[in-house]
C-alpha cells in the first residue's frame, strides 16, 4: 500500500481510538462541572445528559497532530501536512491557537452559559486568529477561463472572517437529535478529504480525516440513544473544522467552484438555518426566538422516531456530498446543471417539509389586551395559523 494512504489510515485510526477513549472522560467532566442538559420544553432528552463531548472529538484532532509529528520523524511521512506549493503560506501554529480558542469559548459556554454576544465575541476571535495565520479567501477565477473574476482585495479578511463564523454556527444550530450534527459532519469531512485528495492538498486532507475519525468514534456515545451530547464546545469545533478544510483550498486563488462545493456539502445545515431565519421573520419575531420548526422537528412531526430521522439526514447530507464530488470532476457546463439540480431536489425537500412556515405567531388577547406569542400546543393556533396565511401568503396554503 503507498505510504500515503497508510498515513491518513493511521490518522484516522488514531483520531478515532482516541476519541472513543476520551469520551468516558468528557463525561466525567461534564458530570463534575455540572455541564449537563436536563429534560425541558424544546429537549428531546427525557433524562439528564452531559453535553461536553467536544472534549472527546477536540483530543481526537490533537492526537492527529502527535501522529502527524512521530510520522514525519520516524516513519518519512512529511508528505501527509505539506501545504500544496501553490497556496499562500499558513501559519499552523497559529492557526492552532484559533482552534483552541473556538474550543475554549464552547467549553465556557457548555459550563456558564454566555449570552450570545459574549459567544459571538469568541467565535470572532477565533476567526480574526485564523484569518492571521493566513487562512484566507484568494480571488475568484471564473470557472469558464483561467482568468480572475474579481480580486477580493482587502474584502478577503472581512468575508473570510464571516465565513467562518457562519459555518460555525450553522453546525451549532443543527445540533439538536442524539448524532444529528457528528453524524453529518463525519459525512461532510469524509466528503472533503475525499476531495482534498483530488486536489492534491494533504493539509487540508489530514485535518478531514482527523474529524471523519474523532466524530466517527464519538458516534459510538452520541448516536440514538446518546450518553453524551456534543455541547457548544463539540458543534462549534466542528463547523470551525469543516470552514477550515474548506478555505484551506482557496488560501490563494479559488474557483467559483471550490468555493461551492463546502456549502453543498454543509446544505442540510445551511437550509435549516435560512429556513429559521425566514420563518421567524414571516411570524413577525425575533430571528434569535427559538422554535420547533427546524428540519428535525419537522421530520419528527411527521411520524419519523430519532432514528430514522437522523438517518434521513444522513441520505440527504450523502447526497449532496456525492454531488458535490461530481462538481470537481465535470466540466463548467454540465457543473451548473448538477448544481441546479441539488439545489431544486433540496428545494423540493424543504417545501416537503414546510421549513418555512412559521412555528410562532402572534395573536391579540382581548383578555390581557396584548399582543402575545402562541405555539402549536395553544388551542389559538389553528385558528391564527388560517388567518396569516390568508393574509400574508394566499397562494401558499399553511402546513402543519
Given at each position: 500500500?503507498?505510504?500515503?494512504w497508510?498515513?491518513?489510515?493511521?490518522?484516522?485510526?488514531?483520531?478515532?481510538?482516541?476519541?472513543?477513549?476520551?469520551?468516558?472522560?468528557?463525561?466525567?467532566?461534564?458530570?463534575?462541572?455540572?455541564?449537563?442538559?436536563?429534560?425541558?420544553?424544546?429537549?428531546?432528552?427525557?433524562?439528564?445528559i452531559?453535553?461536553?463531548?467536544?472534549?472527546?472529538?477536540?483530543?481526537?484532532?490533537?492526537?492527529?497532530?502527535?501522529?502527524?509529528?512521530?510520522?514525519?520523524?520516524?516513519?518519512?511521512?512529511?508528505?501527509?501536512?505539506?501545504?500544496?506549493?501553490?497556496?499562500?503560506?499558513?501559519?499552523?501554529?497559529?492557526?492552532?491557537?484559533?482552534?483552541?480558542?473556538?474550543?475554549?469559548?464552547?467549553?465556557?459556554?457548555?459550563?456558564?452559559?454566555?449570552?450570545?454576544?459574549?459567544?459571538?465575541?469568541?467565535?470572532?476571535?477565533?476567526?480574526?486568529?485564523?484569518?492571521?495565520?493566513?487562512?484566507?479567501?484568494?480571488?475568484?477565477?471564473?470557472?469558464f477561463?483561467?482568468?480572475?473574476?474579481?480580486?477580493?482585495?482587502w474584502?478577503?479578511?472581512?468575508?473570510?472572517?464571516?465565513?467562518?463564523?457562519?459555518?460555525?454556527?450553522?453546525?451549532?444550530?443543527i445540533?439538536?437529535?442524539d448524532?444529528?450534527?457528528?453524524?453529518?459532519?463525519?459525512?461532510?469531512?469524509?466528503?472533503?478529504?475525499?476531495?482534498?485528495?483530488?486536489?492534491?492538498?494533504?493539509?487540508?486532507?489530514?485535518?478531514?480525516?482527523?474529524?471523519?475519525?474523532?466524530?466517527?468514534?464519538?458516534?459510538?456515545?452520541?448516536?440514538?440513544?446518546?450518553?453524551?451530547?456534543?455541547?457548544?464546545?463539540?458543534?462549534?469545533?466542528?463547523?470551525?473544522?469543516?470552514?477550515?478544510?474548506?478555505?484551506?483550498?482557496?488560501?490563494?486563488i479559488?474557483?467559483?467552484?471550490?468555493i461551492?462545493?463546502?456549502?453543498?456539502?454543509?446544505?442540510?445545515?445551511?437550509?435549516?438555518?435560512?429556513?429559521?431565519?425566514?420563518?421567524?421573520?414571516?411570524?413577525?419575531?425575533?430571528?434569535?426566538?427559538?422554535?420547533?420548526?427546524?428540519i428535525h422537528?419537522?421530520?419528527?412531526?411527521?411520524?419519523?422516531?430519532?432514528?430514522?430521522?437522523?438517518?434521513?439526514i444522513?441520505?440527504?447530507?450523502?447526497?449532496?456530498?456525492?454531488?458535490?464530488?461530481?462538481?470537481?470532476?465535470?466540466?463548467?457546463g454540465?457543473?451548473?446543471?448538477?448544481?441546479?439540480?441539488?439545489?431544486?431536489?433540496?428545494?423540493?425537500?424543504?417545501?416537503?417539509?414546510?421549513?418555512?412556515?412559521?412555528?410562532?405567531?402572534?395573536?391579540?388577547?382581548?383578555?390581557?389586551?396584548?399582543?402575545?406569542?402562541?405555539?402549536?400546543?395553544?388551542?389559538?393556533?389553528?385558528?391564527?395559523?388560517?388567518?396569516?396565511?390568508?393574509?400574508?401568503?394566499?397562494?401558499?396554503?399553511?402546513?402543519?
Amino acid at each position: 500500500m503507498d505510504r500515503q494512504w497508510v498515513a491518513y489510515l493511521c490518522l484516522f485510526a488514531v483520531a478515532l481510538v482516541v476519541s472513543l477513549l476520551m469520551t468516558p472522560v468528557a463525561k466525567a467532566i461534564a458530570w463534575k462541572v455540572g455541564a449537563v442538559d436536563y429534560p425541558g420544553k424544546r429537549r428531546i432528552n427525557k433524562k439528564p445528559i452531559p453535553r461536553m463531548g467536544g472534549i472527546a472529538v477536540f483530543s481526537g484532532i490533537v492526537s492527529m497532530l502527535v501522529a502527524r509529528y512521530i510520522g514525519s520523524h520516524y516513519f518519512g511521512w512529511n508528505i501527509v501536512f505539506t501545504p500544496s506549493p501553490h497556496l499562500r503560506s499558513v501559519n499552523y501554529y497559529l492557526l492552532g491557537v484559533a482552534f483552541v480558542i473556538i474550543f475554549l469559548t464552547g467549553v465556557i459556554d457548555d459550563i456558564y452559559s454566555l449570552s450570545p454576544k459574549k459567544k459571538l465575541f469568541g467565535q470572532i476571535i477565533a476567526a480574526c486568529v485564523a484569518v492571521a495565520s493566513g487562512l484566507v479567501i484568494g480571488d475568484v477565477v471564473n470557472p469558464f477561463q483561467t482568468t480572475a473574476l474579481f480580486h477580493v482585495g482587502w474584502l478577503t479578511y472581512p468575508v473570510t472572517i464571516i465565513y467562518l463564523i457562519s459555518y460555525v454556527n450553522i453546525f451549532n444550530l443543527i445540533d439538536g437529535l442524539d448524532g444529528l450534527a457528528s453524524g453529518t459532519a463525519c459525512i461532510a469531512s469524509v466528503t472533503l478529504f475525499i476531495l482534498s485528495l483530488l486536489r492534491g492538498q494533504v493539509d487540508a486532507a489530514s485535518l478531514a480525516i482527523a474529524l471523519a475519525g474523532s466524530t466517527l468514534g464519538f458516534l459510538r456515545y452520541n448516536f440514538h440513544p446518546a450518553s453524551i451530547f456534543l455541547g457548544d464546545c463539540g458543534s462549534l469545533l466542528l463547523g470551525f473544522t469543516l470552514a477550515t478544510v474548506s478555505l484551506l483550498s482557496v488560501t490563494r486563488i479559488a474557483s467559483l467552484t471550490t468555493i461551492l462545493v463546502p456549502l453543498v456539502v454543509a446544505g442540510i445545515p445551511i437550509i435549516d438555518t435560512l429556513s429559521a431565519i425566514v420563518r421567524r421573520k414571516r411570524a413577525h419575531v425575533s430571528v434569535g426566538q427559538a422554535d420547533r420548526g427546524h428540519i428535525h422537528h419537522r421530520l419528527l412531526d411527521e411520524g419519523f422516531d430519532q432514528r430514522q430521522t437522523v438517518l434521513v439526514i444522513y441520505a440527504w447530507t450523502a447526497m449532496l456530498s456525492v454531488g458535490a464530488i461530481i462538481l470537481t470532476q465535470i466540466a463548467p457546463g454540465p457543473r451548473i446543471a448538477v448544481f441546479l439540480l441539488l439545489v431544486l431536489a433540496s428545494a423540493a425537500f424543504a417545501a416537503k417539509l414546510r421549513l418555512f412556515s412559521p412555528v410562532l405567531l402572534h395573536h391579540y388577547n382581548p383578555r390581557t389586551g396584548h399582543d402575545e406569542l402562541i405555539t402549536p400546543q395553544d388551542p389559538a393556533f389553528e385558528k391564527e395559523e388560517q388567518r396569516f396565511e390568508q393574509e400574508h401568503s394566499p397562494h401558499v396554503p399553511f402546513l402543519k
